[in-house]
């Protein structure tokens, strides 16, 4: 389950602050508010034992990682998709939606980019002047 921990921790301020505004507000349902206000202590306390188990990628998985190499449905032109490391160094991989070829660039996003294998133009940045 993702990010539980935050949730455990957010679900039981609610209930704290829910149950405190409940006891206060009229003492019929004092009771239903003690219970709700419990009911937080113990959500927030099960939030504060939980172990972080959200995964962290190691900077050797960080650097392996290469999109799966596969076409893409072209949607009015050829579709391509471009990923970029943002830690140094830097290191793009360009996905050729036509024919599922995979090119990597070092450094961030380049002006144009023709795919090595069809020789189709993915891109091209215009230079404004």
């Known amino acids: 389950m993702q990010y539980l921990r935050q949730n455990l921790l957010i679900a039981g301020l609610f209930c704290i602050v829910i149950g405190g505004a409940v006891a206060a507000a009229a003492s019929a349902l004092l009771p239903f508010g003690i219970t709700i206000g419990l009911l ?13 188990d959200e995964a962290e990628w190691t900077q050797g998985e960080i650097d392996a990682w290469r999109p799966k190499a596969t076409t893409l449905n072209e949607a009015g032109r050829v579709m391509y998709r471009v990923d970029t490391t943002l830690y140094e160094p830097k290191m793009t991989t360009v996905l050729c939606g036509s024919c599922g070829h995979i090119s990597e660039v070092e450094g961030g996003r380049p002006n144009s980019f023709e795919c090595e294998k069809c020789g189709i133009l993915l891109w091209e940045k215009l230079e404004e002047e």
């Open 40 to 52: 937080g202590i113990g959500l927030f306390l099960w939030g504060f034992s939980a172990k972080l």
